[in-house]
């Protein structure tokens, strides 16, 4: 059952992927911008319980020479322990999986504003234990609902690389149940595009 609902996420994504495509503008890309973009970059969450989840991350977006760029990403964050509803998490590792919207503003500037936004699911595992028994600890692996909102500006070092930082809101693992096991967040990023 687990592995149905994992493939019919995946497949929603790769949907949501090619109907993003599909409805950006039919214009041809310049030749001042590549066909694709790659932005690795190196995220900081701090949680709402006071401690932070750090990693790397990739993304890849396409140009259709609108102002719109879908896309898809990977990250990986961790946290040695995590203080959630009452158990204490440790060696918490989440592999988030995304389609990404990014919308870039109108400038004539070498610094470049834009704002995105991504939705996707997080695989997630760690070892539980709650605070009255923190030596009783049960491995877990779970996934859920990933999103991040932000805005982020670029530098225009030249046509094809950009340094850039963003910040914004995450949640690994969004639930309307609030004693599910969620770490969410302000987060920051310092990345590069190329």
């Given at each position: 059952?687990?592995?149905?609902k994992?493939?019919?996420?995946?497949?929603?994504?790769?949907?949501?992927?090619?109907?993003g495509?599909?409805a950006?503008?039919?214009t041809?890309?310049?030749?001042?911008?590549p066909?694709f973009?790659?932005?690795?970059?190196?995220?900081?969450?701090r949680?709402?319980?006071?401690?932070?989840f750090?990693?790397?991350?990739?993304?890849?977006t396409?140009?259709?020479?609108g102002?719109?760029?879908?896309?898809i990403?990977i990250?990986?964050?961790?946290?040695?322990?995590h203080g959630?509803?009452?158990?204490k998490?440790?060696?918490m590792?989440?592999?988030p999986?995304y389609?990404?919207l990014?919308?870039?503003?109108?400038?004539?500037?070498?610094?470049e504003?834009f704002?995105?936004t991504?939705v996707g699911?997080?695989?997630?595992?760690?070892d539980?234990a709650?605070?009255?028994?923190p030596?009783?600890i049960?491995?877990?692996?779970?996934n859920?609902?990933?999103?991040?909102?932000?805005?982020?500006?670029?530098?225009?070092?030249?046509?094809?690389?950009?340094?850039y930082i963003?910040?914004?809101?995450?949640?690994?693992?969004?639930?309307?149940n609030?004693?599910?096991i969620?770490?969410h967040?302000?987060?920051f990023?310092v990345?590069?595009?190329f």
């Amino acid at each position: 059952m687990k592995q149905i609902k994992t493939l019919t996420i995946a497949l929603l994504l790769v949907g949501g992927f090619s109907i993003g495509a599909q409805a950006q503008d039919e214009t041809k890309t310049t030749e001042k911008e590549p066909m694709f973009n790659f932005s690795p970059a190196f995220e900081f969450l701090r949680s709402t319980h006071a401690n932070y989840f750090n990693g790397p991350s990739l993304k890849v977006t396409r140009n259709f020479g609108g102002h719109f760029k879908p896309g898809i990403g990977i990250g990986y964050a961790t946290t040695s322990l995590h203080g959630d509803n009452g158990f204490k998490l440790y060696r918490m590792k989440i592999l988030p999986v995304y389609a990404n919207l990014t919308y870039e503003f109108t400038t004539r500037s070498k610094f470049e504003p834009f704002a995105e936004t991504s939705v996707g699911i997080s695989f997630m595992k760690y070892d539980r234990a709650t605070d009255l028994n923190p030596n009783d600890i049960t491995p877990i692996k779970e996934n859920g609902l990933y999103v991040y909102g932000g805005l982020g500006l670029r530098y225009a070092v030249s046509k094809h690389i950009a340094p850039y930082i963003g910040a914004g809101f995450k949640g690994y693992r969004m639930s309307t149940n609030d004693l599910d096991i969620n770490p969410h967040g302000i987060t920051f990023q310092v990345g590069v595009r190329f």
